[in-house]
C-alpha cells in the first residue's frame, strides 16, 4: 500500500517554530489567546483517556502489590501476587499453550493467505468475486463462527466433519476431544474466520507494487518465479513483517477460541493466558483473585511492550518515509 | 458572532463528556435504592434458567401477577438467572445479582463469612413455619452467629441416575428396570452406545465444577469421601481415595474398552441436560430434580424421561449425595427490600409446601402453563409434610410419576450423605481436568492425576 | 499518513499497447505476453479454476451448510448431519430462533453498541487530535506522550482494573454495568485512533488555518468548517475500524453486560447454547449471519477497502 508523503515537516516547522517562540504569558494572556479553547478540546480525550485507561494502568500496578477482593480492604502483599503466579503449575501449561496457539496460527494462518494473495493478484477477470469469497468468513460475527465450529467439530461419527471425513473413509477424529487434537482444532477454525482480512491486506498491498518493476525485471529475462521471487515478496516484506507482529500480539491474548470451544479443557490444554487471567479474577464463585490476575497480565504486557515496540518504530518509520 | 459561539461550543463538548456521564445515571435502579419515599419497593428477583420456553414464562409471569396483586406495594422484576460457578463472581462483585439469588449450598458458608448476604434472621424467624424445617438443610444457610443468612428455598436433592426410557427399549433393554448396581450402569451402556451409534450409553459432566461434583457424587456412592473433616474442623484431602480411583476406573474403562461414552466429553450441567433430552445421553447422574428444567428449558419428552437411585456400591460408607438450593439477598439492600424479599420467598418458594390453599394455588397455574409439577425432591420439612404436600396436588401433577418410582419408592431410604463444607467449589475445579483427562485421553495415569490434585487441594484446605 | 489510493503511477507510456482488461497498468507478476504463453494460461488458470473451488469450499461451504441447519429438524442434525432433508424441512426452526430467542432484539443491540463506540471514538480522536495538532498547547506534548504510552500496554492488562472503575466509577456514584456506556466509553480511549486522526491533521496545509484565521475564524469555527470537511478520508478509516472493534468484541461486554436486555449477540448466544434445542440454535446462528453477510454484499466495495486499508493503517 502506497503511503504518500506530503511535506509535513516544512509545514508544521514554522508553526512551531512560532509557538516556540511565544514569550510567557500569565493565565489572563494565556486564557485570551486561547488556551482555555486548547482544553475544552482536549475535554473528551482527558476525561476518557483519563478515567479508562491511564488510571486503571495505574491501578493495575497498585492492585499487583496488593490483595485486593472488593470485600476487605486492599493490603499491601509486596511481590506475593507474582510468587503465587509464578508457582502456579497451570501458569506454565498456559504459557505453553498460547505460544503454541501462537505457533500454529503462524504456520496455518501466515503462508496460506500469502500465497492465496500471489496467486489472487494474477485472477484477470472476477477478482472481486474472488476477494469476496475469501472475506465472507471474515464478516460472520466471530462468536457465531466459533459455536458453528463447535458443532461441525462434534466427536464419534455423527460429527459434520467425521461424517464427511468417513465419505473418504478418514475419522472419526476427536477434534476437541482430545488434549492433543484441541488446540489445532481451535487454531483452525480461527484462521478460518481470520485469514480473509490478511488476504485482503496482502492483496491492497500486491495492487500497490509498481508496475515498472515487473517490466524492469522482464527486460532482464526474469521468468515468473524469480519475478516473485525478487520483486513482489521484498515489496511485501513491510507488510509481512508487520502482520506477523501483530498476530503475535493477537494470539498472545487469545481469549475467545478457548473460552467457548473449551473452556481450556480437555484437561487444561487449552488454557491460555489470557484464560487464566479471566480465571483468577472471575473463576472462583466467592469472589476473585484480582491481584493475581493484574500480576499476570502487567507480566504479559512487558512481554508484548516488546513487540509493540518494534510494531511503533515500524509503522513510524513507514509513515513517515 | 465570535462571542456567541465559543459558549456553545463549550456546553457542546462540555454536554458530550459530562453530560454523557450524567446520561448514564438515568436507567436501571441501583440495588441500595430500591424502596422509594412512597413507600413502593422494588425486587427483582430469580426468573428462569436463560432460554426458557414460552409457557415457563407465562407460567412465572402469573406467579408474579398474583404476587404483585396481594402486595400491591412490591413491584416484582423477573431476572433470568443461572447459577454458574464461573460467572457468579461477577455478578457478585458487578452488583447485578437480583435482590432475591440462588445459591448452592456450597457456597453459603463462603459468602456469609465474606459478608456478602444480608442477615435474614429477624425475617426468616418471623415465618410461621420457621421451626418446621428440617435442622440440617437449614443450617447450610446459617452463619457461625447462628443466624440465618441464606434460606433454603428451591429444592434440596439427593443425586440421581437419571435415564432415557427410549434409548433403553432401542437396546433391548427394560425401562421399567433401571441399573441398580454400577456394573450394569456399565452393561446397559454399552447395549445402548452399541444399538444407537453416536449416542452416549452414559455421560458425565466435566466442565465449570460440575466435573468436580458428580465425581464426588459418584465417589461417595461407591464408599469413598474426598475431604474428610476432624473435629477441629481440619480438613484433610482424600482425594486418592479407593472410592475415587473406583470411579474415575469406571469411567477409563466405559470410555476406551467399550466407547460407550459417546463423543463429547465438555460437557456441564447445563449441556448435558441438553445433550439427554436430544436423545443423545442414555444415563447420567445430577440432582434429582433436574426434570423440571429439563421441561422449561429442553423441551424434553416426557415419555422418554426415567429416574433412578444413584447405584451404591458395598462399601460401608456408600451414600447419595445430597445439595440444594438456597435463596439469599445481597448484603447491600436496605431493610424494607429485605421484608419484600422474605414475602417473596415465602410466596414463590416455601408458602406452597405448608400451605394447602397456596400449594394448590402454585400446582394450578403452574399446571395451567404446561410446566411441571410434582417433581420429587428432597422435603424441606418433614417427610410427613411432604407426603401431605403430594396429597394436596395430586389432582395437579403432571410429571410421569410412574416413571419415576424407582427413585420415589428409594428416596426416603437413601443413606444420604452432604457435600464436603470447605473450599468445595475449588476443590471440584481441581477435580474437573482429572475428568477430562480421563475421558480424553487413554493412556491417563488415574493416580498420579489424582495425586497431584490432592497435593493441590490440601494446599488449598490449608489456607483457611 | 495519507492513504493514497491515486498514487499509484500511472502506467509507462511505452507498456500502453493493447487494452486487454488487466493491462491498464494494474499488473501483476505475469505480463500480457506472459498470458499469450499456453503453459501460463493452463497453468495459472487450472491454478485459478482449483482456488476458486476451494474457497467455495472454505469459504461458502460453512455457510451453505449453516442454512441448511437452519431448516432441519433437530433429530436428523444430530443423527444425519448431511442427508438431505430426511425428515422434511422444519422451517419452524427460523420462527422459534425469531420469536423465542429474540435475535432480531440482540442484533440491534450489537447495533447500538457498535454505533455508540464510533460517536465516542470519533468525538475523542477528532477534538483531541485537533487540540493536539493544530491548537498545540504548550502541554500537549506531555498529553500526547501520555495517549502514546498507552499504545504498549496490552488491552488485557486493563481488563481487571477496568472493570473495577466501571464498578464504582470516579464521580458518578453508580455502577455502569449493565449499560451501554460501559462499553461505549472505554471504547473511547483509543491511542491508536488518536494517533492516527493527529497524524491527518499534521499533514492538513496550515495556510488554508491561517487563511481563516485571518477571515476571524475562531477555533472552534476552524474546527467545524474547515478541519472536519478536510477529513472525510481519515474518519472514515477510523468509523471502519471502530465499527469492525465493536462487532467482535466478546470478551468486555461479557462482564459488564449481564442484562439479557441490552447483551449483544456475542454475549447472549453461547449463554443460551445449552438451552436452545439444536435446531432452533443453528437458526439463529444463521440468522445472526444472514444480516452482516447481506450488509456485506451490498458494500462490498467499502468492505474491502476498509479491510485493505487495515494493512496499510494498522500497519
Redesign the interface.
Known amino acids: 500500500m502506497t503511503v504518500t508523503t506530503s511535506p509535513r515537516g516544512d509545514v508544521a516547522a514554522p508553526a512551531r517554530a512560532a509557538g516556540a517562540g511565544r514569550p510567557r504569558r500569565g493565565p489572563a494572556t494565556w486564557l485570551r489567546g486561547g488556551g482555555l479553547h486548547s482544553l475544552v478540546f482536549l475535554l473528551p480525550l482527558l476525561v476518557i483517556f483519563g478515567v479508562f485507561s491511564w488510571f486503571p494502568i495505574v491501578r493495575a500496578v497498585i492492585m499487583s502489590v496488593q490483595e485486593t477482593n472488593l470485600v476487605t480492604d486492599p493490603t499491601f502483599v509486596g511481590l506475593d501476587n507474582f510468587r503465587h503466579v509464578l508457582a502456579d503449575p497451570l501458569l506454565w501449561k498456559a504459557v505453553q499453550n498460547t505460544l503454541y496457539f501462537a505457533f500454529l496460527a503462524l504456520l496455518f494462518g501466515y503462508p496460506v493467505p500469502l500465497v492465496a494473495a500471489v496467486l489472487m493478484r494474477e485472477v484477470r477477470r472476477g477478482r472481486g468475486l474472488y476477494s469476496a469469497l475469501a472475506y465472507l468468513p471474515v464478516v460472520v460475527p466471530p462468536v457465531v463462527a466459533v459455536l458453528l465450529w463447535k458443532f461441525f467439530y462434534k466427536g464419534g461419527p455423527t460429527g459434520v466433519f467425521n461424517t464427511i471425513l468417513g465419505w473418504v473413509g478418514l475419522g472419526p477424529y476427536p477434534w476437541l476431544q482430545d488434549a492433543s487434537w484441541a488446540m489445532p482444532s481451535l487454531v483452525l477454525a480461527a484462521t478460518w474466520a481470520g485469514a480473509g482480512g490478511t488476504v485482503i491486506i496482502y492483496l491492497a498491498a500486491l495492487t500497490s507494487v509498481p508496475a515498472e518493476l515487473y517490466d524492469a525485471s522482464e527486460v532482464d529475462g526474469a521468468g515468473l518465479w524469480r519475478k516473485i521471487w525478487h520483486v513482489t515478496l521484498p515489496q511485501l516484506r513491510g507488510v509481512l513483517f508487520i502482520t506477523l507482529i501483530l498476530q503475535v500480539i493477537g494470539t498472545a491474548q487469545v481469549f475467545l477460541e478457548p473460552y467457548l470451544f473449551t473452556g481450556g479443557g480437555p484437561n487444561n490444554a487449552t488454557v491460555t493466558v489470557l484464560l487464566l487471567i479471566y480465571r483468577y479474577a472471575f473463576q472462583n464463585s466467592l469472589g476473585g483473585d484480582y491481584g493475581a490476575a493484574t500480576a499476570l497480565s502487567l507480566m504479559l504486557a512487558a512481554v508484548l511492550a516488546v513487540f509493540s515496540v518494534l510494531y511503533f518504530r515500524l509503522t513510524r518509520s513507514w509513515s513517515t518515509s | 458572532m465570535?462571542s456567541t459561539?465559543?459558549p456553545a461550543?463549550?456546553a457542546l463538548?462540555?454536554a458530550?463528556?459530562a453530560g454523557?456521564?450524567a446520561?448514564?445515571?438515568g436507567?436501571?435502579d441501583?440495588q441500595d435504592e430500591s424502596t422509594n419515599s412512597a413507600g413502593q419497593v422494588t425486587l427483582s428477583v430469580v426468573s428462569l434458567?436463560?432460554?426458557?420456553?414460552?409457557e415457563a414464562v407465562a407460567a412465572f409471569e402469573d406467579q408474579v401477577a398474583e404476587f404483585e396483586k396481594a402486595n400491591p406495594d412490591i413491584d416484582v422484576q423477573p431476572?433470568?438467572y443461572e447459577w454458574k460457578?464461573?460467572?457468579?463472581?461477577?455478578?457478585?462483585?458487578?452488583?447485578?445479582l437480583p435482590d432475591v439469588f440462588e445459591i448452592p449450598f456450597t457456597?453459603a458458608q463462603?459468602?456469609v463469612e465474606?459478608?456478602?448476604l444480608a442477615d435474614m434472621d429477624a425475617q426468616f424467624r418471623a415465618l410461621p413455619y420457621a421451626e418446621q424445617f428440617n435442622p440440617t438443610i437449614l443450617e447450610a444457610g446459617t452463619g457461625e452467629d447462628g443466624h440465618v443468612y441464606a434460606i433454603p428455598a428451591k429444592n434440596a436433592y439427593p443425586v440421581a441416575l437419571h435415564y432415557n426410557r427410549q434409548l433403553f427399549e432401542s437396546a433391548g433393554l427394560d425401562p421399567d428396570s433401571p441399573p441398580t448396581t454400577w456394573e450394569q450402569v456399565r452393561e446397559y451402556a454399552k447395549k445402548i452406545a452399541d444399538a444407537n451409534?453416536?449416542v452416549a450409553g452414559y455421560a458425565t459432566m466435566?466442565?465449570?465444577?460440575t466435573g468436580g461434583w458428580q465425581l464426588t457424587a459418584q465417589t461417595v456412592a461407591r464408599g469413598g469421601r474426598t475431604v474428610e473433616t476432624d473435629a477441629d474442623q481440619k480438613a484433610t484431602a482424600t482425594l486418592d481415595n479407593p472410592g475415587t480411583q473406583e470411579t474415575l476406573q469406571f469411567l477409563h474403562d466405559l470410555r476406551w474398552e467399550d466407547e460407550s461414552m459417546?463423543?463429547?466429553?465438555?460437557l456441564?450441567w447445563?449441556?448435558i441436560?441438553?445433550e439427554f433430552a436430544?436423545?443423545?445421553v442414555g444415563m447420567f447422574t445430577s440432582g434429582s430434580d433436574i426434570y423440571t428444567s429439563l421441561v422449561q428449558?429442553?423441551?424434553v419428552d416426557p415419555d422418554t424421561y426415567g429416574l433412578a437411585p444413584i447405584p451404591l456400591s458395598d462399601a460401608p460408607e456408600s451414600a447419595t449425595l445430597t445439595g440444594g438450593t438456597l435463596a439469599g439477598v445481597p448484603a447491600n439492600v436496605d431493610e424494607g427490600v429485605k421484608d419484600a424479599a422474605i414475602k417473596w420467598i415465602d410466596f414463590f418458594y416455601l408458602n406452597k409446601l405448608v400451605d394447602e390453599d397456596r400449594a394448590v394455588a402454585d400446582a394450578e397455574t403452574l399446571a395451567k402453563n404446561d410446566q411441571p409439577v410434582g417433581t420429587p425432591v428432597l422435603p424441606m420439612f418433614s417427610k410427613e409434610q411432604y407426603e401431605l404436600n403430594q396429597e394436596w396436588i395430586a389432582d395437579y401433577v403432571n410429571v410421569p410419576l410412574d416413571q419415576m418410582t424407582a427413585f420415589t419408592d428409594a428416596m426416603f431410604d437413601l443413606p444420604l450423605a452432604g457435600e464436603p463444607s470447605q473450599k468445595t467449589?475449588?476443590v471440584y475445579?481441581l477435580l474437573?481436568?482429572?475428568v477430562?483427562?480421563v475421558?480424553?485421553?487413554e493412556g491417563?495415569d488415574i493416580d498420579a492425576l489424582l495425586a497431584d490434585a490432592n497435593t493441590?487441594a490440601q494446599a488449598l484446605l490449608d489456607q483457611g | 499518513m495519507t492513504l493514497s489510493s491515486t498514487a499509484r503511477p500511472a502506467p509507462a507510456s511505452g507498456a500502453r499497447r493493447r487494452a486487454t482488461p488487466s493491462d491498464d497498468g494494474d499488473r501483476g507478476a505475469l505480463s500480457a505476453p506472459d498470458w499469450r504463453r499456453p503453459a501460463v494460461r493452463w497453468g495459472m488458470g487450472g491454478t485459478h479454476v482449483l482456488l476458486l473451488v476451494l474457497l467455495v469450499v472454505v469459504g461458502l461451504g460453512p455457510m451453505l451448510l449453516l442454512a441448511k441447519y437452519a431448516v432441519t429438524p433437530t433429530q436428523d442434525i444430530l443423527r444425519t448431519p448431511l442427508a438431505l432433508f430426511p425428515h422434511g424441512i422444519a422451517w419452524e426452526n427460523l420462527e422459534r430462533a425469531w420469536n423465542d430467542v429474540q435475535v432480531s432484539r440482540y442484533f440491534m443491540n450489537t447495533v447500538w453498541l457498535a454505533l455508540g463506540s464510533w460517536a465516542v471514538q470519533l468525538v475523542v480522536a477528532t477534538t483531541g487530535g485537533y487540540a493536539l495538532s493544530v491548537l498545540r498547547p504548550r502541554y500537549g506534548k506531555v498529553v500526547q506522550a501520555l495517549v502514546l504510552s498507552t499504545m504498549f500496554v496490552p488491552a488485557v492488562v486493563l481488563l481487571v482494573p477496568l472493570y473495577l472503575t466501571i464498578l464504582d466509577p470516579p464521580l458518578l456514584g453508580r455502577s455502569l454495568v449493565d449499560s451501554f456506556w460501559a462499553v461505549w466509553l472505554p471504547a473511547g480511549a483509543s491511542a491508536f485512533n488518536v494517533l492516527l486522526v493527529q497524524r491527518f491533521f499534521d499533514n492538513l496545509p496550515r495556510e488554508v488555518f491561517e487563511a481563516a484565521r485571518v477571515d476571524g475564524a475562531g477555533p472552534y469555527r476552524l474546527f467545524w468548517s474547515i478541519v472536519l470537511p478536510m477529513s472525510k478520508p481519515i474518519l472514515g478509516v477510523v468509523s471502519v475500524f471502530a465499527v469492525i472493534a465493536a462487532w467482535k468484541d466478546f470478551l468486555w461486554p461479557l462482564l459488564v453486560l449481564k442484562d439479557p436486555e441490552i447483551q449483544p449477540l456475542s454475549v447472549r448466544l453461547p449463554a443460551i447454547e445449552a438451552s436452545t434445542e439444536l435446531g432452533v440454535f443453528l437458526a439463529a446462528l444463521a440468522i445472526s449471519t444472514v444480516l452482516p453477510v447481506a450488509m456485506f454484499l451490498v458494500f462490498q466495495r467499502l468492505f474491502l477497502r476498509g479491510a485493505g486499508l487495515g494493512g496499510a493503517v494498522k500497519g
Do not use: H, I, M
Open positions: 465570535k459561539r465559543k461550543a463549550l463538548v462540555g458530550l463528556t454523557a456521564l446520561a448514564c445515571s436507567g436501571g441501583p434458567l436463560p432460554g426458557s420456553t414460552e431476572e433470568e460457578a464461573t460467572t457468579f463472581a461477577a455478578q457478585l462483585a458487578g452488583g447485578t457456597d463462603g459468602l465474606n459478608g456478602q451409534p453416536g466435566t466442565q465449570n465444577n459417546g463423543g463429547n466429553f465438555l456441564d447445563g449441556s441436560n441438553q436430544a436423545g443423545q428449558t429442553n423441551a467449589q475449588e475445579a474437573d481436568p482429572v477430562q483427562a475421558l480424553t485421553d491417563a493441590q
